[in-house]
Nanobody
Protein backbone atom coordinates (compact mmCIF):
# COMPACT_ATOMS: atom_id res chain seq x y z
CA UNK A 1 0.00 0.00 0.00
CA UNK A 2 1.27 3.42 -0.93
CA UNK A 3 -0.41 6.72 -0.20
CA UNK A 4 0.83 9.89 -1.83
CA UNK A 5 -0.37 13.15 -0.34
CA UNK A 6 0.07 16.40 -2.21
CA UNK A 7 -1.36 19.87 -2.57
CA UNK A 8 0.20 21.58 0.40
CA UNK A 9 1.84 24.97 0.18
CA UNK A 10 1.59 28.52 1.36
CA UNK A 11 -1.81 30.12 1.74
CA UNK A 12 -2.94 33.41 3.19
CA UNK A 13 -5.37 33.53 6.09
CA UNK A 14 -8.84 33.14 4.67
CA UNK A 15 -7.51 31.33 1.64
CA UNK A 16 -8.03 27.81 0.36
CA UNK A 17 -6.03 24.76 -0.54
CA UNK A 18 -7.04 21.30 -1.73
CA UNK A 19 -5.04 18.32 -0.63
CA UNK A 20 -5.04 15.06 -2.56
CA UNK A 21 -4.21 11.57 -1.43
CA UNK A 22 -3.67 9.02 -4.19
CA UNK A 23 -3.54 5.36 -3.30
CA UNK A 24 -1.81 2.50 -5.03
CA UNK A 25 -1.93 -1.13 -4.11
CA UNK A 26 -5.42 -0.92 -2.66
CA UNK A 27 -8.83 0.19 -3.75
CA UNK A 28 -9.71 3.10 -1.47
CA UNK A 29 -13.45 2.58 -1.75
CA UNK A 30 -13.15 -0.44 0.55
CA UNK A 31 -11.19 1.34 3.25
CA UNK A 32 -11.61 3.80 6.03
CA UNK A 33 -9.75 6.99 5.17
CA UNK A 34 -8.49 9.61 7.57
CA UNK A 35 -6.80 12.96 7.35
CA UNK A 36 -4.44 13.94 10.15
CA UNK A 37 -2.20 16.85 10.84
CA UNK A 38 0.75 17.61 13.06
CA UNK A 39 1.62 21.16 13.88
CA UNK A 40 5.12 22.09 15.06
CA UNK A 41 5.61 21.05 18.64
CA UNK A 42 2.21 19.38 18.86
CA UNK A 43 0.92 15.86 18.73
CA UNK A 44 -0.68 14.51 15.60
CA UNK A 45 -4.44 14.94 15.51
CA UNK A 46 -7.14 13.35 13.41
CA UNK A 47 -9.23 15.99 11.70
CA UNK A 48 -11.48 14.20 9.21
CA UNK A 49 -12.37 10.66 8.29
CA UNK A 50 -14.81 8.53 6.41
CA UNK A 51 -15.63 4.85 6.60
CA UNK A 52 -16.27 2.94 3.38
CA UNK A 53 -19.95 2.85 2.62
CA UNK A 54 -20.85 5.31 5.33
CA UNK A 55 -23.02 8.30 4.55
CA UNK A 56 -21.37 10.50 7.15
CA UNK A 57 -17.98 12.10 7.27
CA UNK A 58 -16.37 13.00 10.56
CA UNK A 59 -14.79 16.39 11.17
CA UNK A 60 -13.04 17.58 14.29
CA UNK A 61 -14.32 20.75 15.87
CA UNK A 62 -11.19 22.57 14.77
CA UNK A 63 -12.04 22.16 11.05
CA UNK A 64 -15.78 21.60 10.96
CA UNK A 65 -17.51 23.97 8.57
CA UNK A 66 -14.26 24.88 6.83
CA UNK A 67 -12.82 21.60 5.55
CA UNK A 68 -14.54 19.07 3.32
CA UNK A 69 -13.37 15.55 2.69
CA UNK A 70 -14.38 13.70 -0.45
CA UNK A 71 -13.56 10.53 -2.32
CA UNK A 72 -13.15 9.88 -6.03
CA UNK A 73 -13.24 6.12 -6.24
CA UNK A 74 -12.63 6.13 -9.98
CA UNK A 75 -9.36 7.99 -9.43
CA UNK A 76 -8.59 6.10 -6.19
CA UNK A 77 -8.08 9.49 -4.60
CA UNK A 78 -9.28 11.26 -1.50
CA UNK A 79 -9.41 15.02 -1.24
CA UNK A 80 -9.43 17.51 1.59
CA UNK A 81 -10.78 20.88 0.54
CA UNK A 82 -9.62 23.46 3.06
CA UNK A 83 -11.33 26.83 3.09
CA UNK A 84 -11.15 29.82 5.41
CA UNK A 85 -7.67 28.81 6.41
CA UNK A 86 -6.23 30.11 9.66
CA UNK A 87 -2.64 30.39 10.83
CA UNK A 88 -3.36 27.63 13.34
CA UNK A 89 -4.02 25.29 10.42
CA UNK A 90 -0.29 25.33 9.70
CA UNK A 91 0.88 21.74 9.94
CA UNK A 92 2.05 18.71 8.04
CA UNK A 93 -1.03 16.93 6.75
CA UNK A 94 -1.19 13.17 6.35
CA UNK A 95 -3.66 10.76 4.87
CA UNK A 96 -4.00 7.26 6.21
CA UNK A 97 -6.10 4.17 5.69
CA UNK A 98 -7.54 1.59 7.99
CA UNK A 99 -10.29 -0.95 8.23
CA UNK A 100 -11.94 0.05 11.51
CA UNK A 101 -15.59 0.87 11.04
CA UNK A 102 -15.51 3.74 13.52
CA UNK A 103 -13.24 6.03 11.55
CA UNK A 104 -12.54 8.40 14.44
CA UNK A 105 -10.76 5.62 16.32
CA UNK A 106 -7.51 7.29 15.35
CA UNK A 107 -5.19 4.60 16.71
CA UNK A 108 -6.42 2.02 14.20
CA UNK A 109 -4.93 3.46 11.01
CA UNK A 110 -2.25 1.25 9.54
CA UNK A 111 -1.00 2.77 6.28
CA UNK A 112 0.26 6.34 6.04
CA UNK A 113 1.26 8.76 3.36
CA UNK A 114 4.39 10.86 3.63
CA UNK A 115 2.70 14.14 4.54
CA UNK A 116 2.36 17.49 2.83
CA UNK A 117 3.17 20.80 4.49
CA UNK A 118 0.52 23.50 4.73
CA UNK A 119 1.60 26.93 5.87
CA UNK A 120 -0.96 29.64 6.49
CA UNK A 121 0.63 33.03 6.81
CA UNK A 122 0.31 36.54 5.51
Amino acid sequence: VQLQASGGGLAQPGGSLRLSCVASGISLNYYTIGWFRQAPGKVREGISCHSAGDTNTYYSDSVKGRFTMSRDNAENTVYLQMNSLKPEDTAVYYCATGTWRICSNWSTYTSWGQGTLVTVSS
